[in-house]
């Protein structure tokens, strides 16, 4: 199984701050990493997909990077919507498996 | 709209088993998977299988093998989902996801179904 690790844990920011969350795999899953947010009651929500690609109605601040072992998520400039967990999820091999998540909280 | 709505919660008593289920609108129902993936506090996000509605074909994640079922009725675009010999450790909340093809992403995702497993 693989494993998938993300940091950090737990960001403090405020709005209008970038954002760059770190996603690590324990071993390559080539581009085949998803990002989702979630919010507090909510399912989780697709943001990216195949490691760069945006989902359908998904903001442009939002933007995915990397390969293999190693993926950011970026946000360019924090909205208020945007404070929530952010999770990594790959598809490569069986089982899919998310990472732990990490919390962007305000500041 | 493109949703899918799961069923309520649940309280179970450890041994027992539950059934959650999940109706797809908005969209033609067999051509998309349904996963379930689960989310505790302690474990986060698992994955737990996929069905093809239009086969019936199922994948089960090795964990839950053995204990998990999942099924659906065309007539009704309903997915079903069945947990056995439930335990504490098994209180989640439930959510059907859909994907296109499996393993993927999972790009709707259902509202999830609390089910508290206690003595």
């Known amino acids: 199984e693989i494993v998938l690790t993300q940091s950090p844990a737990t960001l403090s920011l405020s709005p209008g701050e970038r954002v760059t969350l770190s996603c690590r795999a324990s071993?390559?899953?080539?581009?085949?990493l998803a990002w989702y947010q979630q919010k507090p009651g909510q399912p989780p929500r697709l943001l990216i997909y195949?490691?760069?690609n945006r989902a359908t109605g998904i903001p442009a601040r939002f933007s995915g990077s990397g390969s293999a072992t190693h993926f950011i998520l970026t946000i360019s400039s924090l909205e208020p919507e945007d404070f929530a967990v952010y999770y990594c999820?790959?598809?490569?091999?069986?089982?899919?498996?998310f990472g732990p998540g990490t919390k962007v909280e305000i500041k | 709209q493109v949703q899918l709505a799961q069923s309520g919660a649940e309280v179970k008593k450890p041994g027992a088993s539950v059934r959650v289920s999940c109706k797809a609108s908005?969209?033609?129902?067999?051509?998309?998977?349904i996963n379930w993936v689960r989310q505790t506090t302690g474990q986060g996000l698992e994955w737990m299988g996929w069905m093809n509605p239009h086969s019936g074909n199922t994948g089960y994640a090795q964990k839950f093998q053995g204990r998990v079922s999942m099924t659906r009725n065309t007539s009704i675009t309903t997915a079903y989902m069945e947990v056995s010999s439930l335990r504490s450790d098994d209180t989640a909340v439930y959510y059907c996801a859909r994907s296109l093809g499996s393993p993927a992403w999972f790009d709707i995702w259902g509202q999830g179904t609390l089910v508290i497993v206690a003595s």
């Open positions: 195949e490691a760069s």
């Open positions: 999820q790959q598809r490569s091999v069986w089982p899919v498996t």
């Open positions: 071993q390559s899953v080539s581009s085949y």
């Open positions: 908005g969209y033609t129902f067999s051509s998309y998977e």
